[in-house]
Each structure stands twice: as structure tokens, then as C-alpha cells.
């Protein structure tokens, strides 16, 4: 499989064209985006179902979107997201739909993902909630 990288000053620099044009609105964009990556970083593994929490968390951070990771039943820990950047609010769109593939996948069930903390806004790590869509 061919990969492309891409720097975080790349990253954001895309993140603020966007919202140039679209301003927060682009965020529900990213998330999107974020769930489109998802099914590549789950595709290796479903292939493994024993060790889907590994070889994700390997993935996530083999790809550049985190330095660690740790996943729990309803709650991520995440240090150095690749989206974050000194903000007021949280910046990890992308991440957070990644996350949200991630588990629905594993789950088989609709989910809802928030960040609850974020590097951006000074937090030592990026916390996301996954609730139930009932």
C-alpha cells in the first residue's frame, strides 16, 4: 500500500484554508475525514480480532496521528495528536472520527465521540468520551 505524509505545519495550514472558507463548519468535514482514514487503520485489525487494540494503537501512531495512545471501554488517552496546536477550543476533528470508526467497528453499533480535553487547550493529553447512540 502507498502512503503519503504529511508534515503537522501541512496539516494545519490545509485545517486553516478550510476554515478560511467555511469557518467552523469544516470541522464536522474533518471528522468525516477522519472516519475515512478509520477504515484503513481498522482494515489490518479485523484481520486479528485478538489483537485489535494493539495493532490499531500501532497503526495510529506507525501513521503519524499520535505519539501514544490508550484506548479503555469509553474513554481514549491520547498524547501528541498530530492536530493539535495552541487553540481555545479542541482541534482533534479528524482524530475523533478516526476513533469513532475504530469503535464502531469493534462494537458492531452506532457511537458518539467528544472530546473532552484537548493538548490545544493546554491539556497534558487529548481525552475523547464514546457514548451510545441510543
Request: glycine residues 6%.
Amino acid at each position: 500500500m502507498q502512503h503519503v505524509k504529511i508534515s503537522k505545519k501541512e496539516l494545519r495550514n490545509v485545517a486553516k484554508l478550510y476554515e478560511s472558507v467555511m469557518s467552523s463548519a469544516c470541522n464536522g468535514l474533518f471528522f468525516r475525514e477522519g472516519s475515512a482514514y478509520g477504515e484503513e487503520i481498522t482494515a489490518p485489525a479485523l484481520k486479528e480480532r485478538e489483537k485489535f487494540w494493539e495493532i490499531v494503537k500501532n497503526e495510529l501512531i506507525e501513521r503519524g496521528w499520535v505519539t501514544d495512545v490508550t484506548f479503555k471501554e469509553n474513554k481514549i488517552t491520547v498524547k501528541g495528536s498530530i492536530e493539535s496546536y495552541k487553540n481555545d477550543e479542541p482541534t482533534c476533528h479528524r482524530l475523533r472520527g478516526i476513533i469513532r470508526h475504530i469503535y464502531e467497528t469493534y462494537r458492531n453499533e452506532k457511537l458518539f465521540v467528544s472530546e473532552k480535553k484537548c493538548e490545544s487547550t493546554g491539556a497534558k493529553s487529548c481525552v475523547f468520551a464514546i457514548e451510545s447512540i441510543d
